[in-house]
């Protein structure tokens, strides 16, 4: 497989905090990479460092954010470097705004339950909630708006990461983003 043309593409990867969007952005990324791909994996908790730091982390705040992040993704598509979101981007109209700006796009919900993200929380994100320390925590105490339709759904409670990397490149293949 190689890139279709000169243009970048995006993946947009979204769920609840510990639903295994990270595990399924690394397999992605390292098979992408392993076909010849240039690629650029947009982790939002590492961005985040980047921006102005902003305690609230509010709705304005994540506004700025998600907007920030589109812009790059863009740019980095029109250069032909293709991009991974990992974010969870808990308002639909951050990853439309993405979609909007981006015409090579694919969205992948990964779908768990907010039970099994709150047990496994390898980043500890519900348990500061749990203890006061945090008051924005998308699923929990902010909304988390699932795509209405989504080009990719992975089951991060059952599905096997791999087997959702085979249906994304299915999918870049019949939107003609990937050739074979």
């Not at 947009?12 to 994996?41: D, E, H």
């Not at 909007?100 to 099994?116: A, D, N, S, W, Y």
């Not at 699923?139 to 089951?155: F, K, N």
Request: hydrophobic share 40%; proline share 5%; with cysteine.
């Amino acid at each position: 497989m190689e890139n279709a043309d000169q243009a970048g593409f995006a993946v947009w990867i979204t769920g609840l905090p510990a639903s295994g969007k990270t595990t399924v952005a690394t397999a992605l990324s390292r098979t992408l990479r392993g076909i010849g791909i240039k690629l650029a994996v947009l982790e939002s908790d590492a961005l985040r460092q980047a921006f102005p730091s902003r305690e609230a982390y509010n709705e304005l705040d994540r506004e700025y954010f998600y907007a920030s992040l589109a812009f790059i993704g863009r740019i980095l598509t029109e250069h032909g470097v293709s991009v991974i979101f990992d974010a969870t981007a808990n308002r639909r109209s951050y990853r439309d705004r993405a979609r909007h700006q981006i015409g090579r796009f694919v969205e992948v919900f990964i779908e768990c339950p907010l039970e099994i993200c709150m047990r496994r929380d390898p980043k500890g994100i519900y348990r500061r909630a749990r203890e006061g320390q945090a008051d924005h925590v998308p699923g929990l105490q902010t909304v988390y708006e699932p795509p209405e339709e989504p080009d990719v759904v992975i089951r991060g409670d059952q599905d096997d990461p791999e087997q959702g990397i085979v249906r994304i490149l299915d999918i870049l293949t019949s939107k003609h983003f990937l050739k074979k």
